[in-house]
């Protein structure tokens, strides 16, 4: 089944304890998107991917990081999480042009950091 | 800074109605996606719209682009309880880049 994996779909945390969220697609897409979705504010992207060792930031991604060191996996890293990056987390793929850029979205991660 | 904006963002309609949400986008784009998220879920396509006076349909719901006007809208038909979801506009620029609205969050009561 083609899909996007996130892990873990729900963690607790405390403030500067450094976390990973993974994701992996089966799809060979080459595109990678990592969005954190909050009340009132819709999802917002933090850091994007091209291809294999091609990152790029989004609206919003201090405070994280990511790799692409393999096409189907695109971690995203928090060194010192902060209450702010409360939020629930989305990972997503697609295809690039010039087919449509339509997202295949992971189930979300929910992070709660105290 | 590209900015997204849907309207309204919250939506309370009678089943058998008909509405319209609106999404109004700042820069330049031919390319808009229609996204919906049920409660709790991730989200899933709806529409793609990849040039200007596109016009998607899928049963009750019909997408269309006016890229001059930087609008796109998402119509319901006679809506049903089972549409009741958020819905989010998206719109691609440069680089393949995303930018999503803030979400229409639609209840569709009996």
């Known amino acids: 089944e083609a899909q996007v994996t996130q892990n873990p779909r729900y963690l607790i945390t405390v403030t500067g304890k450094k976390l990973t969220v993974t994701c992996s697609q089966n799809?060979?897409?080459?595109?990678m998107s990592w969005y954190r979705q909050d009340p009132g504010l819709g999802l917002r992207q933090i850091y994007y991917s091209m291809n294999v060792e091609v990152t790029d930031k989004g609206d919003v991604p201090e405070g994280y990081k990511v790799s692409r060191k393999e096409k189907r996996n695109f971690p995203l890293i928090l060194e010192s999480p902060s209450p702010n990056q409360t939020s629930l987390y989305f990972c997503a793929s697609s295809f690039l042009p010039p087919g449509a850029n339509v997202l295949t979205f992971g189930a979300g991660s929910r992070l709660t950091v105290l | 800074e590209l900015k997204v904006e849907q309207n309204p963002l919250f939506l309370s309609m009678q089943e058998g109605k008909n509405y319209t949400i609106y999404c109004n986008y700042s820069?330049?784009?031919?390319?808009l996606y229609w996204y919906r998220q049920d409660p709790g879920k991730s989200l899933e396509s709806l529409f793609v719209l990849l040039s200007n006076g596109a016009v998607k349909q899928e049963g009750r719901l019909m997408a269309s682009l006016d890229t001059k006007a930087r609008l796109s809208t998402l119509h319901i038909t006679a809506a049903v309880h089972d549409l009741s979801a958020t819905y989010f506009c998206?719109?691609?620029?440069?680089?393949?880049?995303?930018?999503f609205g803030e979400g229409t969050q639609l209840t569709v009561n009996p």
């Open positions: 998206a719109v691609e620029t440069s680089g393949s880049r995303l930018t």
């Open positions: 820069t330049t784009s031919d390319r």
């Open positions: 799809m060979n897409h080459e595109y």
